[in-house]
């Protein structure tokens, strides 16, 4: 299994980013996914979930409204576009697939 993140960067209040996941190694078309983000000295959490269609997703109160998780089964990519990126956004950002399977993270630092 490999999760390939791409798309962070350092932007400033108010900007958008989009970051994607390409998975391979399994079945991703049947498999939820997740994005995941940690903070400097925090506890990594959930940030967005999809399940395998792309019909339902979940968001973390902290993002609702302004982020947005997607999946293209037919590329084995994730993507979170995040919009009006406030600081408190920046983390690094890992793409999550069951079970217990990991990116490497890429990082977003909001900042003017």
């Known amino acids: 299994v490999q999760l390939v993140e791409s798309g962070g960067g350092l932007v400033q209040p108010g900007d958008s980013l989009r970051l994607s996941c390409t998975a391979s190694?399994?079945?991703?078309?049947?498999?939820?996914m997740s994005w995941y983000r940690q903070a400097p000295g925090k506890e990594r959490e959930l940030v967005a979930r999809?399940?395998?269609?792309?019909?339902?997703?979940y968001y973390a109160d902290s993002v609702k409204g302004r982020f947005t998780i997607s999946r293209d089964n037919t590329k084995n990519t994730m993507y979170l576009q995040m919009n009006s990126l406030k600081s408190e956004d920046t983390a690094v950002y890992y793409c999550?697939?069951?079970?217990?399977?990991w990116g490497q993270g890429t990082q977003v630092t909001v900042s003017s």
């Open positions: 999809i399940t395998q269609g792309g019909v339902s997703t």
């Open positions: 190694g399994f079945t991703f078309s049947r498999s939820a």
């Open positions: 999550y697939a069951p079970f217990d399977y």
